[in-house]
């Protein structure tokens, strides 16, 4: 029973999920919703780590998913090393931290909290990079990899000097470098006091409005090739029409020119018919001639 219910996954996950388009989507939808998940979890509005949060058991079933289509197909790749290469990111996206902060937790090694803190932020950029399918042809994924990777040592950053948690910090980050502000933690506004504090302030306000600028005009372009593309697909359809109609008349042309030389040969063969072998042969004689 057990062999019967595994044969039937597999032949469901031939079937469907192989399918170009449909595994590709099912996938960056999967690795968008970790995403988030991450993301209301650094801002404490939910929690992911405890087991008997809802939002833990989401995180997990997801991760599993992950993990399960990732292993079948080192399973089934040819070269495992190149498999391995070519897909780093999504075996980092499928990194259990929130089962390992609950180890930890139960050990009693909460000071190695911190270094989990920032498993999870690289498990963030793994998650990112899963969607390199459907956004590395716009260019927007390599402005993703670069803000992901500014905000984490950004958060690291004031972590360090403000004395702050890294959940609170990364927080922070992601609402100074979209709104250009001081960001809230724990409900009160924080204004650096060290140097570096304030460089960083300084850093992710400068380039968080050219991050934004760029997503904006690279969605921009985004469209602009997508209606493009529309029209040209338009006049290849009307191209496409104008070569069928022609080839229509010809091929009804043709179709005229075998029935002329059918009645044609009836023609000549009713003439040799009625005429004796000494006329055919004046008249073949006729024809020649007209030939020359």
Do not use: C
Not at 136 to 164: C, D, N, R, W
Not at 260 to 287: A, G, M, R, V
């Amino acid at each position: 029973m057990r062999t019967l219910f595994y044969g039937v996954l597999i032949f469901v996950y031939n079937k469907i999920m192989l399918k170009k388009n449909f595994y590709k989507w099912f996938k960056a939808t999967l690795a968008i919703v970790s995403i988030v998940l991450i993301v209301l979890d650094f801002a404490a509005i939910i929690d992911i780590n405890g087991t008997n949060s809802k939002w833990f058991w989401l995180n997990n079933i997801i991760l599993i998913i992950l993990a399960i289509d990732y292993f079948y197909r080192l399973y089934l790749a040819k070269d495992r090393r190149a498999f391995f290469r070519n897909n780093i990111f999504e075996l980092v996206a499928i990194i259990p931290v929130g089962i390992a902060f609950n180890w930890m937790k139960f050990a009693q090694l909460g000071d190695i909290g911190l270094y989990f803190r920032l498993l999870r932020l690289i498990r963030l950029a793994g998650l990112v990079g899963m969607l390199k399918d459907i956004l590395h042809t716009h260019g927007i994924l390599y402005v993703i990899y670069f803000s992901i990777a500014f905000l984490m040592l950004g958060s690291v950053a004031i972590s360090i000097t403000e004395h702050v948690s890294l959940d609170q910090a990364f927080w922070w980050a992601i609402t100074t470098a979209s709104t250009v502000g001081y960001g809230d933690i724990s409900r009160h506004t924080i204004s650096p006091q060290s140097l570096l504090g304030k460089l960083v302030i300084l850093a992710m306000i400068l380039i968080g409005v050219g991050v934004m600028g760029i997503v904006t005009s690279s969605l921009t372009a985004y469209l602009m090739r997508r209606n493009e593309g529309k029209v040209s697909i338009k006049d290849k359809d009307a191209e496409l029409t104008l070569i069928l109609d022609k080839l229509d008349r010809l091929e009804q042309q043709n179709k005229l020119l075998a029935e002329q030389n059918q009645n044609l040969q009836k023609q000549i063969q009713e003439l040799k018919d009625t005429h004796t072998p000494s006329e055919w042969n004046k008249f073949k004689d006729w024809i020649e001639k007209k030939k020359r």
